[in-house]
């Protein structure tokens, strides 16, 4: 899931904005988006979610929140029903807790992980003391640097030793974000030459994107 395919993702679209500026979502359009044919089966999603949010030391009532909506019914008319608003982390707990079966869950387990991870970043004192895009680039390659490192060190503890398998096990690890696309893929859609590494021709945003993938990785 490129970051393209971020902005243009289904989970995206669904997103209202407050007065202040606050993302959330409806916990009914959720219901509707992973495929739960009547919401009162998607209510044990969310008391699921509530519980790993309470487990996780967060407070529930800061991700979810009652409350009653309309939704249109027959002749154009209109019932009031309830509802939750689910902030992203909220969101990010129910699709870890909806039918893993369901191709647009695992859609939207990557697309709330990777959101909540960019969110992280930008929260990071380091990172915010930086102004420039160039200098949250910068910043996010010698992070990703890091990172991989370490993921060499956890693939050869593994049992990946071969030059060659090491390809292939980064390779899936790009698939799984990009949407199928491997290594080779990626830089052929960025048009770029054989000598050039596709992690320095990257945004703040697509690194922190691929940051989350060697961490999660």
Known sequence: MTIELINQSVFEKLKHVDENGNEFWSARDMARILEYSEYRH???????????CNNSSFRIEDHFEDMLGMITIGKGGQRQVEDVILSRYACYLIVQNADPSKEIVATGQTYFAVQTRLQEISKMQEFTCLTTENEKRLFLRYEMKKHNLQLAEAAKDAGVIEPKDYAIFQDHGYMGLYGGLD???????????KSQNILDHMGSSELAANLFRATQT
């Not at 998607?42 to 790993?52: C, P, T, W």
């Not at 290594?183 to 030459?193: F, W």
């Open 183 to 193: 290594a080779k893929a990626i830089h052929k859609k960025k048009n770029l030459k």
């Open 42 to 52: 998607f209510r044990g999603v969310i008391e699921k979610a509530k519980e790993a």
